[in-house]
Nanobody, 120 residues
Framework: QVQLVESGGGLVQPGGSLRLSCAAS????????MAWYRQVPGKERELVAS???????NYAESVKGRFTISRDNAKKTVYLQMNSLKPEDTAVYYC??????????????WGQGTRVTVSS
């Protein structure tokens, strides 16, 4: 069993900051890429940011310069620091990971999501 558990969502005013965390646990041999996605009702889930096991990052154009993805491999945790938040950042944020479990099988996993609301 593998679990991804997100935390850190909430309500914040425009211009504010939030830090999301996602901890992986369970039968994990190694973790490859990790990423954050977000989804609003009626729209497809979109990639926000991703990070490889070596630390290379990729961002959606809409968040470049405002969001920073990072990871702590020892803690099996990925973070998303979100600054200068805008109302259009309001969404449910999902953690995603490509990892190899203890059966040496590469699989993709999703967290349950954490809600971020940017509003005054």
């Amino acid at each position: 069993q593998v679990q991804l558990v997100e935390s850190g969502g909430g309500l914040v005013q425009p211009g504010g900051s939030l830090r999301l965390s996602c901890a992986a646990s369970g039968s994990i041999f190694s973790i490859n890429a990790m990423a954050w996605y977000r989804q609003v009702p009626g729209k497809e889930r979109e990639l926000v940011a991703s990070i490889t096991s070596g630390g290379s990052t990729n961002y959606a154009e809409s968040v470049k310069g405002r969001f920073t993805i990072s990871r702590d491999n020892a803690k099996k945790t990925v973070y998303l620091q979100m600054n200068s938040l805008k109302p259009e950042d309001t969404a449910v944020y999902y953690c995603n990971a490509d990892l190899i479990n203890t059966f040496r099988t590469l699989r993709n996993y999703w967290g349950q999501g954490t809600r971020v609301t940017v509003s005054s």
